[in-house]
């Protein structure tokens, strides 16, 4: 018995320093894996940030987009205005052609007339000159008597008639040539400018157009190149969420924590606002959009198994099991009174029942990863007459 003892405390010696060669190893292991955490915060902080950036970025495109789509309508408007314009003009210049037309053959049929008209003063200018004019003293001279008179006054007088009547109208078909000839020429050409101006400004618009739709199709193919940077942002910050969940469960593994058997509740965390914290943890999800949609509380980091407190006194209004809360997992609210509620999801397992009175710091469940969540951490959220309001502002 004597020889046994040194064996014995050798052996115990070796024991201790075995365990303190592990402890010595987990240890060194827990600070590499919470510097491995610090490290994916770190990072997943950045590509919020990022996310930020861009989804402005991207609302600031969307902006210019619709105001250059409101441009193109304009314009767009502007064209068909023009157009309705340049198709009357071009109706009134098929008109003023069409009389164009009946004007030249009029004018031609005048022409015909003003011919044999001139032909015909020429025959009568030749008669005159070969015959000569008779005055009036060689008619008085040469009459027989006043019926004879009489009648050579009236032939003269017809004679003279008629050479002024064909003069006046070679003279009038003269002018109205001449005025037809103008008038037309006039209308054509105001027509036919109107027509070259309005053409113009339609290719104006067009080409202001195309240069407006072409900026729009770059902006579209901007945006779109924002969108896809924006999801594989999204994609990067979910694979971090995962794997700062699965960090801090391998930290909480090594450390001895499992979901199976529930850790004590520990000291109550006290803040500035009316509400205890429900369970003492780093918040890695704050209130506020997050990947696109709203995000209505915070997530606070702890190990599967974790008690859970209610935030204040009050009643259990709601008490729903995974499958029934739509991603919440186990999820329960508690109503304080005042239009003041809290909410806490992902439980593992409840600890009241529904109706049931609470204090405040009374356990009533336990954190777990139950419903739509990448690792252990319980969701907190705070509503104000039924509306999520962010809970850092009350704990």
Same mark, same amino acid.
């Not at 950036?53 to 193109?72: A, D, F, H, M, N």
């Not at 930290?251 to 520990?266: D, N």
């Not at 914290?277 to 890695?284: A, E, L, S």
């Given at each position: ?117 001139? &032909? ?15 005055? #009036? ?14 009648? =050579? ?6 004679? =003279? ?50 240069? &407006? ?13 924002? &969108? ?50 429900? #369970?003492?943890?780093?918040? #890695?999800?704050?209130?506020?959009? +997050? ?24 009643? #259990? ?34 600890? &009241? ?29 705070? +509503? ?12």
């Amino acid at each position: 018995m004597v020889k046994t003892r040194p064996a014995l405390a050798a052996l115990l010696g070796a024991v201790a320093a075995a365990l303190l060669v592990l402890l010595a190893a987990s240890a060194a292991s827990a600070e590499d894996l919470e510097s491995k955490l610090d490290a994916k915060e770190a990072k997943l902080a950045k590509v919020h940030e990022r996310h930020g950036v861009l989804t402005t970025t991207i609302s600031g495109y969307k902006k210019r987009i619709s105001k250059l789509t409101g441009e193109v309508a304009a314009l767009r408007g502007q064209e068909a205005a023009v157009r309705a314009r340049l198709d009357a003009k071009q109706a009134e210049l098929d008109r003023a052609v069409a009389e164009l037309g009946v004007a030249k053959k009029r004018l031609v049929a005048m022409r015909a007339r003003l011919k044999r008209a001139l &032909v015909a003063l020429r025959e009568r200018l030749v008669a005159i000159y070969e015959t000569g004019t008779p005055d #009036v003293l060689s008619v008085i001279v040469g009459a027989d008597g006043y019926d004879d008179l009489i009648d =050579r006054t009236e032939y003269l007088n017809h004679i =003279r008639g008629m050479d002024e009547a064909v003069v006046g109208r070679v003279r009038d078909l003269r002018d109205q040539v001449k005025r037809t000839v103008f008038r037309l020429r006039t209308a054509k050409n105001r027509i036919e400018a109107a027509r070259d101006a309005i053409a113009a400004e339609e290719r104006a618009l067009a080409g202001a157009r195309a240069a &407006v739709q072409q900026r729009q199709s770059a902006l579209v193919r901007e945006r779109s190149g924002r &969108v896809a940077a924006l999801k594989k942002i999204e994609s990067t910050e979910e694979d971090l969420d995962g794997d700062v969940a699965a960090i801090q469960a391998e930290l909480a593994a090594l450390l001895g924590e499992t979901a199976s058997a529930p850790l004590p509740a520990g000291p109550i965390r006290y803040g500035s606002g009316q509400l205890i914290w429900p #369970v003492d943890g780093p918040v #890695v999800s704050t209130f506020g959009m +997050r990947w696109g949609r709203m995000h209505e509380g915070i997530d606070i980091a702890v190990p599967a198994g974790t008690p859970i407190r209610a935030a204040a006194s009050g009643s #259990v209004i709601l008490l729903q099991s995974d499958g029934e809360s739509g991603g919440y997992g186990n999820f329960t609210c508690l109503d304080h009174g005042g239009g003041l509620q809290t909410c806490y999801a992902h439980q593992s397992s409840f600890a &009241v029942g529904s109706g049931q009175s609470v204090s405040q710091g009374d356990v009533i469940g336990y954190v777990g990863c139950t419903g739509h969540c990448l690792g252990d951490h319980l969701h907190f959220e705070v +509503r104000i007459s039924g509306a999520p309001t962010d809970p850092l502002g009350y704990l």
